[in-house]
């Protein structure tokens, strides 16, 4: 787990940092609330340091107003590019490498022909106050503007725009984007 922990520090500062510099980082909140994030999904299913670390990850919850819980599937390379109001439905899939702006909202639809959760490709970009929702498939290579609602599927080398989303296929949609990919 330390390398995820490792692997997501590592897209912040584009260095790889020893443990005493990632305890020395979570002075960022953002950078603070993924390290509680990957220490609470380590040890969810250990009955001690368990119940700890979701308490430490709930207090943090309230504190930055990230909703993000241990049972989210998040690959490795998380960035969280500000702290605030950032709220993911549990059951959702995120690849690696995704960069998440503040106001984002991954959840859930809960009635239509797409009831249920996103799943999100490697190498996705989601700008500030951006709504995913439903039972969608995100590709690869995504960058989602800000302000976008996004209950289509999208196709991996796009850009999506919009409400309602309008969809723009563009080779390397993410260069510039998203650094220090692992």
């Known amino acids: ?37 990957r220490k609470a999904q380590k040890y ?17 919850q309230i504190k930055y107003g990230f909703q993000i819980y ?17 709220v993911i439905n549990p059951e959702t899939v995120i690849g690696k490498n995704c960069n998440i702006a503040q106001g984002v909202t991954i959840g859930q639809q809960n009635r239509g022909k797409r009831q249920g959760v ?3 490709g490697d190498n996705v970009w989601i700008g500030a106050n951006a709504v995913v929702v439903g ?8 960058l989602i503007a800000p302000n ?8 991996s080398d796009s850009v999506v725009v919009g409400n309602p ?5 563009k080779e390397n949609a993410t260069e510039g984007y998203i650094n220090n990919k692992v």
């Open 44 to 60: 969810r299913n250990t009955p001690v340091l368990g119940i700890f670390w979701k308490l430490v990850l709930r207090h943090y």
């Open 70 to 86: 241990p049972e989210t599937q998040i690959g490795e390379g998380l960035y969280l590019g500000h702290w605030g109001v950032v």
């Open 1 to 37: 787990m330390s390398s995820i922990i490792q692997k997501d520090f590592y897209r912040a500062t584009g260095r790889w940092l020893s443990s005493m510099q990632i305890l020395a980082k979570c002075f960022s909140p953002n950078l603070h609330y993924i390290y509680c994030f």
């Open 135 to 142: 039972n969608i498939k995100i590709g690869d290579n995504v």
């Open 148 to 155: 976008a609602y996004v209950n289509i599927d999208i196709p």
């Open 165 to 169: 989303a309008q969809i723009m296929p």
């Open 118 to 120: 996103p799943t999100i």
